[in-house]
């Protein structure tokens, strides 16, 4: 009975020392605190793109035509100081499109996409398109050309953000932030109007085209919505 007993005891201590093996303890988390930073930017957008969509005409002879069309806004952008540059196709076959109207009808159109600086440009681009009797344009979107360095900016502001927040709040008990153990990205760092039309926009539009006469000058009055950037970083401190 005891070398049976002494058998048992040792497959139990064996036993024992196999599963501490396979189940390290993990070591104690050290003290720390958890916070989230957060940082916004407003900026004018300097890049204004609309979309501008010629059709063919059967009244006015040659000027309907598409080719003639373009040729006619080519010169009138050169004349109101507008870089022809900026002035792409919109799409990805960049060739002429056939589109079905009403009954057998049969309308050959063309999409172009201008990129402009700012309203007073969009301003003159509209009334030159009521002059061409260019029916059909809109602003597709807004952006600014230094959009990447301005997110990394509020990026960096939001971790100096959180990093602040935790040592205030340690201080106001007596102990001090250290390293940081985790540093994690929150999904809200995009701007919140560059993908999409809204009221502002459209009332520019409204404003630059058809309505030449009355919108000369009002240049300094038009603007768009500011884009807006947001980040948010959570993070966790060690603390001393």
């Known amino acids: 009975m005891n070398m049976k007993k002494y058998f048992l005891f040792f497959a139990f201590v064996t036993a024992s020392i196999m599963a501490n093996a396979q189940y390290p303890q993990m070591p104690e988390e050290k003290p720390n605190i958890e916070v989230t930073g957060s940082a916004e930017m407003e900026v004018e957008p300097d890049e204004i793109f609309v979309n501008i969509i010629l ?3 059967n009244k ?16 009138k952008l050169k004349e109101n100081g507008l870089d022809i540059n900026n002035l792409s196709l919109s799409g990805a076959d960049g060739e002429l499109q ?35 009797e260019i029916e059909d344009a809109g602003i597709a979107r807004t952006s600014h050309s230094k959009l990447e360095q301005f997110r990394k900016e509020v990026k960096v502001n939001a971790m100096k953000a959180a990093k602040e927040k935790a ?17 994690r990205e929150q999904q809200h760092t995009y701007p919140s109007n560059i993908y999409a039309s809204n009221l502002a926009l459209q009332e520019v539009v409204v404003t630059g085209y058809g309505t030449s006469q009355a919108a000369k000058g009002l240049e300094g009055q038009l603007g768009f919505t500011k884009i807006k950037i947001r ?6 401190f060690e603390i001393k």
Do not use: C, W
Not at 231 to 236: G, P, T
């Open 55 to 57: 059709r063919e005409k």
């Open 60 to 75: 006015g002879g040659d000027r309907g035509r598409i080719e003639v069309q373009e040729d006619l806004l080519l010169q």
């Open 98 to 132: 056939h589109r079905v109207f009403r009954k057998n009808k049969v309308i050959t159109e063309k999409k172009l996409l201008m990129k402009l600086k700012n309203a007073g440009e969009v301003n003159k681009l509209f009334q030159l398109l009521d002059e061409l």
């Open 167 to 183: 040592t205030y709040l340690l201080e106001s008990i007596g102990e001090q932030a250290g390293k940081p153990l985790v540093v």
């Open 231 to 236: 980040s948010e970083i959570f993070a966790k």
